[in-house]
């Protein structure tokens, strides 16, 4: 067992691990420590803890010190002169006519480079506006290209739930989302109605896929007939999910009714045999599914996070 305490570099970004050493710290605090871009200021988000030798990444670095006032001071100042890079940064892409976003400016805590990221539709050439920019801030200066989520993670904003964007406020790594999500949660295939700020699948789908995966096994489908305790048996109309209660169309005195069931008063259920569907799908179902295929192939291209977090 390693004893390490987890660092992070910016908001809702990436844990790292690091060794306390000789120092006293606690969750919140703020530590210098070096890492592969250098020197860099970050915060403990958690009390130190033992973990497994092999959840660590060798060599283990150790924390340099913890932040003097002298630092927090020099951290203030860089977010500062990051709004002031930013400016300068968005002269010189208009100056050399460059199809690209300017998305955020990131000084390391050394002030030996400057990141700024930016998005753009393809492939950029932006060798003279390095040169430009390294000539005004006599420093390391790195562009970074990054994707539509990375661009919204930084940003921030509100979902259509009304709260903070989850990537914003505390999702560190991004997860694979598919439209098999969607359905295995009923939702609507809309493609504007699970797509999140960022334009592409929410990533809150993810977060109760577990739940619904397991609560669906339990659950007959929509077509399966059942028999009730009671005596009543028919077909599924509808199923609700969360409720785990089933609605049965049975017959009673000739007639069709629609009785309500929990899932616990149903003893007995046969699924029913699915049929080849030869009806032709609605034109607009279908404009629906290519968009949602769409987006579902370009989140396995654009892959893992861009974001330089060390």
Do not use: W
């Not at 306390?20 to 210098?32: A, E, L, N, S």
């Not at 420590?33 to 060798?58: F, H, L, N, Q």
């Not at 339990?218 to 089933?246: H, W």
Request: proline share 2%; aromatic share 8%; net charge neutral.
């Amino acid at each position: 067992m390693t004893r390490v305490i987890g660092v992070r570099f910016r908001t809702a970004g990436k844990i790292y691990f690091f060794s306390p050493g000789k120092y006293v710290i606690k969750k919140g605090d703020h530590v210098i420590v070096e890492t592969a871009r250098g020197v860099e200021y970050g915060t403990v988000v958690g009390e130190p803890k033992e973990v497994e030798d092999s959840e660590v990444i060798k060599p283990l670095k150790s924390v340099l010190r913890t932040a003097s006032t002298k630092d927090d001071e020099q951290e203030k100042a860089n977010r500062e002169k990051e709004k002031e890079a930013f400016k300068i940064c968005l002269e010189k892409i208009k100056k050399h006519n460059l199809e690209m976003k300017l998305i955020d400016a990131e000084y390391t805590f050394d002030n030996n480079k400057i990141l700024f990221y930016f998005t753009a539709d393809g492939r950029i050439d932006f060798r003279e506006l390095v040169k430009d920019l390294a000539a005004v801030f006599k420093t390391r200066i790195e562009l970074r290209q990054i994707g539509v989520r990375d661009e919204t993670k930084i940003i921030g904003g509100y979902g259509i739930c009304g709260r903070p964007l989850c990537c914003h406020s505390y999702l560190s790594d991004f997860v694979p989302v598919s439209i098999k999500m969607a359905k295995e949660q009923s939702l609507s295939l809309n493609p504007t109605k699970i797509s999140g700020v960022c334009g592409r699948l929410m990533c809150c789908l993810k977060n109760e896929e577990d739940v619904y995966e397991e609560l669906n096994r339990m659950m007959p489908g929509v077509g399966d007939f059942c028999k009730a305790k009671d005596g009543y048996e028919g077909e599924v109309s509808s199923v609700n999910i969360l409720r785990q209660t089933i609605k049965l169309l049975v017959d009673v005195d000739d007639e069709k009714e629609v009785h309500e069931y929990k899932l616990d008063e149903i003893e007995y259920t046969k699924k029913r045999q699915k049929k080849k569907n030869n009806v032709k799908k609605d034109s607009h179902e279908d404009a629906e599914m290519k968009e949602l295929e769409k987006l579902e192939r370009i989140e396995k291209q654009e892959g893992k996070s861009k974001l330089g977090d060390n």
